[in-house]
């Protein structure tokens, strides 16, 4: 079981890589390619993390380094997949929320948008696991959330991540994980010095951080 949580790890995080790089459209082209020669890629080039060493981080055809980005996402997976298999009994539901906050995360730094899949994936766990009970909070949040949006206060994925993350955790938990998430924004603005006014603020990745450890701590599959 072990080893298939290994394996099943590399893949993912091979695979939600893929995702980020290609989105919005994810499956026009179903090839992998080198992003400097475009040549496509033969499956043994394609191994996670074992490919990249044997490879030496340059491409097979010409010679140009590849980005080490698929590989620490690779690795970031398995690290993760390991942690909650052996610390979480029903790690499947936290594995795939994490699947659907690291993809809003990297997307949203990348692209500037939250993709709808991943909203897509956590509807799914609140179905699946049978989280209903705080639908009236997400509500709430959707409504505040969208008048907040309509003064450019804050943007609607971000609303749309914060409003299906809600059915996890009860008020006081919710309103700590985002004030945990808006103060660690804003640190992160004053030391990068990004906070002259129209800078590009990415949430996502400090909701997910946020709302996750939270999610983490106090779930009933915790």
Known sequence: MFMYIIVISLITGSFIQCLIDRYPNYFINNYS???NCKNH???YDLIPIFSYINLKGKCRYCKKEISPIKLLSESIFLVMYIF?????K???FFQLLFIALYLASFVDIKHKEIPDLSIFIIIFIIIYFKYHQNYLLSIYIVIIGSILSYLNLIGFGD???LSVLSYFIDLNNF???LFISSFSTLLYLILTKQYKKGAVIYFAPFISI???IIILIVSPYS
């Not at 909650?84 to 979480?88: C, D, P, Q, T």
């Open 210 to 212: 946020s709302y996750f």
């Open 90 to 92: 029903n790690y499947l």
């Open 84 to 88: 909650l298999y052996l610390n979480y």
């Open 41 to 43: 890629l033969k499956y």
């Open 33 to 35: 390619f080198c992003d």
């Open 159 to 161: 609303i749309k991540l």
């Open 175 to 177: 309103i700590l994980a």
